[in-house]
């Protein structure tokens, strides 16, 4: 495996510089960052050859719909040409990597699904956008659930869940708190506007397995896994939420590692601001957690944003590897965009970084990469190298193909739907409903009145008797969420 890759290179000096990367320095996490059309892409496209060269698996959103020629070999261009020529490179090895496709909607990849238990409250509560005291009646509904050992696997579960609460408000009053009928209603809306959105796909089983994520080739290369988000980006808050859902299943799921060779997986956020836009406080200060301990599990996160002031200072200062493009200083809020990143860097007095930032040229950039001892080198001026892979994306065929070689390919395909909350709550009501039947035919004798009160156990005892039964069983048990509102393995 080699100890470093080259990313870029610098010819300020006489001799060219190599901007290179430390193989297991790269789970410092980084941060590309420049305006639109800069060549942001192209850098997330080197990284990700790279990575795989080093049998790094990769997981990277297409947000533009054009990353997925990764998968095929580049060709000469004349432009191309002029690159190699200027940077003094040798022939480029053209070759195309191993890729997954995958897609929330099931269109243009393999669908990629998780469940309404396994993303908890509080991703599912900024994905509906609820407020303070919406939020908490779902999560008192997650709690009743739980506590009664009922999977909420998909919508028709959670809805299943919102109305049998909202129909007993008031025994659950004493045990769980108040349930306002408005907050249910708002929650019950912002699930239709989810369908709207075409997220119901998104929610079910089977869920994805986070080992499918952390494959490698025949060759040892790493996969690089691309999950379509041309369609999904214009849902922002369900892109977003997805992301932030992913890295928490990562984190919960993957053991520690301590200080790795060579990262187990590397994770990029394009669009890094979505992630950020109108988070609670309580989200982001659990996003910098994670983000702070997921270094020690072998993931490098890599966070790729217009501006670096998009992305919270906590987090800003985790990200130790630094790709800057050029930045446009038209407003005051660019201006001072322009000097934090330039601040950020570890000074060269050769360069006037302030100023250089708004004249690189696309494909240039800022580049300062950690050293072997983990401190960050000093900021050099450098071209990315071109990337190995076509720069035109794949055609719907040669995506088939790709697809139906995957390693994956047949596993997430069709639907699963095992019982559930849904199932258990509506088998309940049914059971009841013929109870309520066979006691109207009944005479209205003292003995039936008796026997009448002692069938109307209500729903509340009903579960407690279902959960006293089930004590001992796996489904029984209270279930348990992590740091991002998920459970912990072992639900599947």
């Not at 869920?207 to 988000?229: F, M, S």
């Not at 009944?442 to 003995?447: L, S």
Request: aromatic share 6%; with cysteine.
């Amino acid at each position: 495996m080699a100890e470093s890759f080259l990313i870029a290179r610098s010819l300020e000096s006489k001799e060219p510089l190599d901007l290179r990367l430390i193989t297991r320095m790269a789970n410092r996490h980084g941060l590309i960052a420049g305006a639109t059309g800069t060549g942001k892409t192209v850098t997330l496209r080197v990284l990700a050859e790279q990575f795989s060269t080093a049998g790094v698996p990769v997981f990277m959103a297409d947000v533009k719909g054009d990353l997925s020629g990764l998968g095929k070999a580049g060709s000469e261009n004349p432009r191309l040409q002029e690159r190699v020529k200027l940077l003094q490179l040798e022939p480029i090895p053209f070759q195309g990597f191993p890729v997954t496709f995958w897609d929330l909607f099931g269109k243009q990849g393999h669908p990629i699904r998780t469940t309404i238990s396994e993303m908890g409250p509080l991703l599912l509560g900024r994905l509906l956008n609820l407020n303070d005291t919406q939020a908490g009646v779902l999560n008192l509904v997650f709690k009743v659930a739980d506590d009664n050992g009922l999977l909420l696997l998909d919508i028709k579960d959670l809805r299943a869940m919102l109305t049998f609460v909202g129909d007993h408000a008031k025994e659950l009053r004493t045990q769980y708190g108040n349930v306002s009928s408005a907050s249910i209603g708002a929650i019950q809306r912002g699930l239709l506007e989810l369908d709207a959105q075409g997220a119901e796909a998104f929610f079910g089983e089977p869920a994805l397995d986070i080992e499918d994520l952390l494959q490698t080739d025949t060759k040892g290369r790493g996969v690089i896994n691309l999950l379509a988000a041309d369609q999904l980006i214009t849902s922002p808050k369900l892109y977003a939420t997805f992301l932030l859902w992913l890295l928490s299943e990562i984190y919960e799921r993957m053991p520690e590692v301590g200080d790795p060779e060579k990262p187990k997986l590397v994770f990029f956020f394009d669009e890094a601001h979505l992630l950020f836009e109108d988070a609670p406080d309580a989200l982001l200060e659990r996003i910098e957690q994670v983000v702070r301990l997921v270094r020690s599990k072998g993931i490098g996160i890599y966070f790729c944003t217009q501006n670096p002031l998009d992305v919270p200072d906590k987090v800003l200062g985790q990200l130790g590897n630094r790709v800057q493009h050029a930045l446009r200083a038209f407003t005051a809020r660019d201006q001072k965009a322009v000097r934090a990143a330039a601040e950020t860097f570890r000074v060269n007095k050769a360069l006037a970084v302030e100023a250089i930032i708004t004249e690189l040229a696309v494909g240039e950039a800022l580049v300062s990469f950690l050293d072997d001892k983990g401190t960050p080198g000093i900021v050099q001026r450098g071209w990315i190298l071109p990337p190995a892979s076509a720069f035109p994306p794949i055609e719907p065929l040669e995506r088939k193909a790709l697809m139906d070689q995957s390693l994956v390919a047949g596993v997430y395909e069709a639907v699963v739907d095992r019982e559930s909350a849904f199932e258990k709550l509506r088998a309940k009501a049914e059971a009841s409903a013929r109870v309520a039947e066979e006691t109207m035919q009944e005479k209205a004798t003292e003995k039936a009145s008796k026997s009448d009160s002692n069938r109307s156990d209500s729903m509340v005892e009903a579960f407690g008797k279902s959960v006293a039964r089930a004590a001992g069983s796996a489904i029984g048990r209270q279930l348990i969420r992590g740091v991002l509102g998920s459970l912990f393995g072992g639900k599947r």
